[in-house]
């Protein structure tokens, strides 16, 4: 079969405080990357990334990035991912830095890999709860989020998916 | 009686770990007075323009360089062998000039540019 492999890179924009992240957008994202990938790779960095990447979902609330690229070239774009240090937003400069949680072959494996590391997160935020209140919150959030409507689309699309799914771990 | 010698043969398949290249540089207005550390800065800069800081910071050593003939001879990693000659083919100008590098030989094997059939000349010895 001939088609066009692309690797999916889950990030993670971390902030030194949460209220600059409202105002991302993907558009953000891609223009800092690309100037990255420009000062980096030059050229040959610039015209791959014209070719093959495009943000595909930015959550603003948590600031989970998924980045998409062609298989060939994720790691020239991976290592760019780096050398970023400061995102701009319609003037406004926000540093930050990005960091990559997991590479997927396909956005289901990117999800499932998200949900688990949600729950870890939300494992680790436990101990720090100060209220009562608060534990009984975390505790309902860990209940709740599961994998069952994953699951469902797996099991209509048993057998005939023969995704190249490359799961590396970071 | 000795022994008949033992007949042996190495074969390297590309044993070296770096390749060689004779290069010249052809400025469009004559000769200007390039250093080799200028002549070293004006390729990084290609590279860089090309590929990039990272690019631009792989190593290649200028092992030789003639200052009346501008020519040189680079060494650099397999690796960077094609990087670096991609960068000196689209290099186009020195200093607001046009320029260009023309690559005369590429050797893994230093002893092989010694001699070069293309420059070779015959003396008038030869026409007896």
Partial sequence: MVRFKSRYLLCEVCVPDRSSLQLLEDRTIYNTLRAAVNRAHGDYGSALFNIGVIVKYLNAHTGVVLIRSRKKHYRLIWSALSFITCLENRGQKVQCFLNCLHVGGTIRTCQKFLVKYNRQQLHRMLPDCKTDAEKQEVRRAILSCSLSNVREEEADEDGSDDDDDGDEET | ?128
């Fill in chain 2, 1 to 128: 009686m000795e022994e008949p010698s033992k007949f042996e043969r190495y074969v390297y398949k590309n044993d070296s770990v770096y390749h060689y290249m004779k290069i010249s540089l052809v400025l469009e207005n004559g000769n200007k007075y390039i250093t080799d550390a200028q002549f070293k800065q004006l390729i990084t800069c290609g590279l860089k323009d090309l590929y990039g800081e990272v690019g631009a910071s792989f190593p290649f050593d200028l092992l030789k360089f003639d200052q009346n003939e501008l020519t040189g001879i680079l060494r650099v990693y397999n690796s960077g062998l094609v990087k670096l000659w991609s960068a000196l083919t689209l290099l186009g100008s020195y200093q607001n000039e046009a320029c260009a590098f023309r690559v005369m030989q590429v050797s893994p094997f230093l002893l092989a540019l010694s001699g070069n059939s293309r420059e070779l000349q015959f003396g008038d010895q030869l026409t007896l």
